[in-house]
């Protein structure tokens, strides 16, 4: 069965500072995984996705993640936070089940812009 | 085609009440998806049509839920004699079966209050 872990419910950073929010993956076969972003009272937007291919994957709004299998990995990263980018991040994982794409979320990351 | 739409956006009903959901997919998706989220947590998958057939549910989906898909097109949930535990939030997501785009569309939600 696959799941994600993500690492700190909570993270804090200053604006103009480095954003790492941390995912790890558990499936049996080579997973998609994605990366969506929520904001109160909203839905979920995709922000990048990694199927096949390149391992670094840019995605809206300065985001990019790198999918490491080594690790299990597929962390999230943007160079310089910014106030907008205070949201809850969730990871996901995705896996062929009976035909169609089963999408697995984590718990989230709530991350707060210090300004 | 505006993306994924759910009504109503808020709804608050007394305990043991039924209410209903409505979602509308992004016309040209196949495939629709109901999800649960309580807070503090990611979404929890529910059910998923593809057209008019619901060809999954999950066993958070109780005797008392039920969802339909009319002619393929939009999405009903259905909650019967609410509970306080059914307070959440409820995501429908839509998606393309031949599309190589894995990830999902979201609606705004529904957020259900049981007083």
């Known amino acids: 069965a696959q799941s994600v872990t993500q690492l700190g419910s909570h993270v804090s950073v200053s604006e103009g500072a480095l954003v790492l929010l941390r995912c790890n993956y558990s499936s049996s076969v080579p997973p998609y995984l994605f990366w969506y972003v929520q904001y109160p009272n909203q839905g979920l937007q995709l922000l990048l996705k990694?199927?096949?291919?390149?391992?670094l994957v840019k995605g809206i709004n300065g985001f990019e993640a790198e999918f490491k299998k080594s690790e299990t990995s597929f962390h999230l990263t943007k160079p310089s936070a910014h106030m907008s980018d205070a949201a809850e991040y969730f990871c996901?994982?995705?896996?062929?089940?009976?035909?169609?794409?089963?999408?697995?979320f984590g718990t989230g990351t709530k991350l707060q812009v210090i300004p | 085609d505006t993306g994924v739409s759910q009504n109503p956006r808020h709804k608050i009903t007394k305990r043991g009440q039924n209410v209903t959901f409505r979602c509308d997919p992004i016309?040209?998706?196949?495939?629709l998806y109901w999800y649960r989220q309580t807070l503090g947590q990611g979404p929890e998958f529910l059910t998923y049509?593809?057209?008019?057939?619901?060809?999954?549910k999950s066993r958070l989906l109780s005797d008392r839920f039920s969802a339909e898909r009319p002619k393929g097109s939009f999405s009903t949930l259905e909650i019967q004699r609410t509970e306080q535990g059914d307070s959440a939030m409820y995501l429908c997501a839509s998606s393309f079966v031949m599309s190589r785009d894995y990830g999902y569309t979201f609606g705004s939600g529904t957020r259900l209050t049981v007083v």
């Open positions: 996901a994982v995705s896996e062929d089940s009976g035909g169609y794409q089963k999408v697995t």
């Open positions: 049509f593809q057209n008019e057939a619901q060809l999954e």
């Open positions: 990694y199927t096949t291919g390149a391992t």
């Open positions: 016309s040209e998706h196949n495939r």
